[in-house]
């Protein structure tokens, strides 16, 4: 018996147990967000998380737990015990939210006849303990899945369920090390630094969520489950960008191998011309990028020329085009001397300015600059207020919903469980997985792709947007991306080249694009509008980062587009979400991270923050989309309702 779907919520249909370790508590998270009935299945005592630190008060009483958990980092400097509360860690807090709590010991054949019968009603279950603990317990996948085949097990490990290292011991560092991240960040004449909070288990945590959902899509047409097998360190490697390029043909990255301690924290375009990225101002430190393709060039233009208005340039330094500086210096019509000149004044002149006026002519005038934001500036963010992101969960003020889905909104009305709150859900077995109604009378019959038969409009560009349809065209979906030679993706400059440098010999570009079909069309030519419109008829799911207000423009946004397709599923991704004061606000992910608190908890105590490696958050923000669009996709299945997303970086 199916539970009735609940108004609103994208999961409603769906029961997960959730035996994850701290590790992998952002997994249930984000499927309880999404509107999943998650229980958390927790020992006598209480799950490793309600004993993670921060915590709200100061310890009372050891509980066994000395350090933090794997994926945490250890316990801050004088606090090696946990306190007693189970409610007084904020990771808990934070990771629990929306959860339910059921006690069993499953070492105890009462409860584990219960937690067995648990099963038989689950459509997902999470672990991610030592690969062959659960298998010890005959608990594993396949011990579980032959007791309910349509349940779909996930297996969240640092090194996976297989392979020499997979039963390795692993901290959250290491397993940065271990993917690659570590290295590429922090100053060339020190060792490398971590992001300044534990972030890296949370990558393969997250993917982990994205790849069950991605299951799901194909269970609900075969009607079965499968055992989805999640290794932390691979999702870290997918976060290295054009870095997993150069080591596919067989090279490190500048400055990231024995030539590491030539890195000095700017872009290297020309030599002796200095390209910073992080810079003081008057009241903290912006992120910045002067120079990559057009975005970039734009951006430097009018920047110098409102400084030169403002008495901050020499006279002879505001005749110069900096449309086209750096390929004046390339041709030698413009000293490198020049250049680093304007550099300098420019700079000296973003250190008579704040944050906030820094970031009101960014927003004006494009430039590529936003501020490194502290907690205080998060909470004051005019962007994320405006659109109401910070919320109230049990009198604490919390980060709101990652994705604004139109018709299935992510509500946050249940704080993190107390231990055993639910302890009632044992008896709730009457519950059984079963497929969509509508998909239920099409024949069972196994799938060799899991997203068989989906079809995919892709307008995206650069990072975040290809990402996401990457990983769908890999796994099955016919995607047909669509690029302009009025505006060549950024993508395509950036290195390693395979044989002469150019928009078609990028490794980046390619790996990125994986598995896609193109199309070249030009959205303003009416018959190239056309076909735009044709392919949104076609799709089941359009995927756009445009800058906000372009779509719109074009023709090509979701209100034009559902009326072609009522059931279309459309997500749109940008920096800072589709409303609000700052939605056009131009930026590639470094500027991500520096809004969003990433830089400005990282880097060395004595010296100016580091930006974690590459456009951060073009690498985190596609696992939460994929986790929406496919909730998104579940929600269509069981209604036949489509909607749009927008995922704000």
């Not at 199916?2 to 499927?31: C, M």
């Not at 501020?371 to 205080?376: E, R, T, W």
Request: one cysteine or more; proline letters at 8%; a neutral charge.
């Amino acid at each position: 018996m199916t539970r009735p779907l609940a108004s609103g919520k994208a999961l409603a249909d769906l029961r997960v147990l959730d035996l994850s370790t701290a590790l992998a508590e952002s997994t249930g998270r984000i499927l309880a967000d999404l509107g999943a009935e998650v229980i958390k299945i927790e020992p006598p005592g209480g799950c490793e998380a309600r004993f993670a630190p921060p915590f709200l008060s100061a310890p009372s009483a050891p509980v066994g737990l000395t350090t933090a958990p794997v994926g945490l980092t250890t316990a801050p400097v004088g606090l090696t015990t946990a306190p007693r509360d189970p409610q007084a860690s904020l990771f808990w807090r934070a990771w629990g939210q929306g959860k339910k709590s059921v006690v069993l010991d499953l070492d105890a054949p009462a409860d584990r006849e219960k937690f067995l019968a648990l099963v038989d009603t689950a459509d997902i279950l999470i672990e991610s303990f030592t690969p062959g603990v659960m298998d010890s317990k005959d608990l594993g996948a396949a011990a579980l899945r032959a007791r309910n085949p349509m349940l779909l097990y996930v297996s969240v490990s640092p090194f996976g369920q297989t392979g020499p290292l997979a039963k390795a011991p692993a901290t959250d560092l290491t397993l940065s090390a271990a993917g690659g991240l570590l290295n590429m960040t922090g100053d060339g004449d020190r060792p490398p630094v971590p992001v300044g909070l534990p972030e890296t288990a949370h990558l393969g945590a997250t993917q982990a969520a994205a790849d069950v959902l991605m299951a799901l899509y194909a269970r609900s047409r075969c009607g079965v489950g499968q055992h989805l097998d999640s290794s932390i360190q691979a999702a870290v490697l997918w976060s290295l960008m054009y870095v997993t390029d150069f080591a596919a043909i067989g090279q490190d990255p500048p400055q990231s191998g024995e030539d590491r301690a030539k890195r000095s924290g700017t872009m290297v375009i020309i030599p002796g011309l200095h390209l910073p990225s992080i810079e003081p101002c008057k009241d903290g430190y912006v992120a910045m990028v002067l120079v990559l393709a057009a975005q970039g060039a734009l951006g430097f233009s009018n920047a110098m020329k409102w400084i030169g208005e403002q008495g901050g340039l020499d006279p002879d330094l505001m005749k110069i085009d900096w449309m086209t500086w750096i390929q004046q210096i390339q041709q030698g019509t413009l000293s490198v001397a020049d250049g680093n000149r304007a550099v300098e004044q420019f700079l000296a002149f973003l250190k008579t300015m704040t944050k906030a006026e820094i970031q009101e002519q960014a927003v004006k005038q494009k430039w590529l600059i936003s501020p490194i934001n502290l907690a205080p500036d998060l909470l004051a963010d005019p962007q994320l207020l405006s659109r109401e992101f910070w919320i109230d969960v049990d009198g604490c003020k919390v980060p709101g919903p990652f994705a604004r889905l139109s018709a299935t909104p992510i509500h946050y009305d249940r704080p993190a469980p107390k231990l055993g709150q639910d302890q009632a859900l044992v008896a709730s077995t009457t519950r059984r997985p079963t497929r969509p109604a509508h998909l239920s009378q099409t024949p069972v019959r196994p799938r060799t792709e899991i997203f068989e038969g989906l079809k995919v409009a892709d307008f995206s560009w650069i990072a975040a947007g290809p990402l996401i349809s990457k990983d769908l065209a890999n796994l099955g979906a016919t995607v047909l991306r669509v690029e302009t030679e009025k505006r060549v993706d950024t993508l395509r400059f950036l290195p390693p080249w395979i044989g002469q440098p150019g928009t078609t010999t990028g490794h980046t570009a390619a790996n990125m694009n994986q598995s896609k079909k193109g199309v070249a069309i030009d959205f303003t030519n009416p018959k190239g509008l056309e076909v735009a419109h044709r392919m949104a008829a076609w799709a089941d799911v359009v995927v756009e980062n445009f800058t906000p207000g372009t779509a719109e423009r074009l023709g090509l946004d979701y209100e034009t587009l559902r009326q072609k397709n009522p059931r279309l599923v459309m997500l749109y991704t940008c920096m800072r979400g589709q409303t609000g004061p700052e939605r056009k606000h131009t930026g590639f992910g470094i500027h991500g991270a520096a809004l969003g608190g990433f830089i400005g908890v990282t880097g060395w105590k004595d010296r100016k923050p580091n930006m974690p490696w590459g456009a951060y958050t073009d690498f985190i923000s596609p696992r939460y989309s994929l986790s929406a669009l496919c909730a998104a996709l579940h929600y269509r299945d069981v209604t036949g309702v489509g909607q749009v997303i927008d995922v704000s970086q």
